[in-house]
Nanobody, 123 residues
Framework: VQLQASGGGSVQAGGSLRISCTAS????????TGWFRQAPGKEREFVAA???????VYVDSVKGRFTISRDYAKNTAYLQMNSLKAEDTAIYYC??????????????????WGQGTQVTVSS
């Protein structure tokens, strides 16, 4: 199974980007997809996750600005990022797994990871 992240780029503060995560292989819909990010000099941080029933979880800092979604026909998950801030600058990674709800923010609970896509927000 491979995850391919794409869609990153550079925007000014207040702008928007949509990043994508496309999975190869079967049973995409059976897994939860998560987005994590890592800024320079910082630890990896959970951003958002969506399960097979399209239930979503977000870190507080992106609530109301980011939206995670998935398209089963395309085996793809998306992270729509609006009202971007300089502190959103990071490499964004998608991941796939079956964590229980209490562990959904734990990257160690995810099986497969994409290669990351850079998001840079200038103030």
């Amino acid at each position: 199974v491979q995850l391919q992240a794409s869609g990153g780029g550079s925007v000014q503060a207040g702008g928007s980007l949509r990043i994508s995560c496309t999975a190869s292989g079967r049973h995409f819909s059976n897994y939860l997809t998560g987005w994590f990010r890592q800024a320079p000099g910082k630890e990896r941080e959970f951003v958002a996750a969506i399960n097979s029933k399209r239930a979503t979880v977000y870190v507080d800092s992106v609530k109301g600005r980011f939206t995670i979604s998935r398209d089963y026909a395309k085996n793809t998950a998306y992270l729509q990022m609006n009202s971007l801030k300089a502190e959103d600058t990071a490499i964004y990674y998608c991941a796939r797994g079956r964590p229980i709800l209490s562990a959904i923010r734990d990257g160690g609970m995810y099986y497969d990871w994409g290669q990351g896509t850079q998001v840079t927000v200038s103030s």
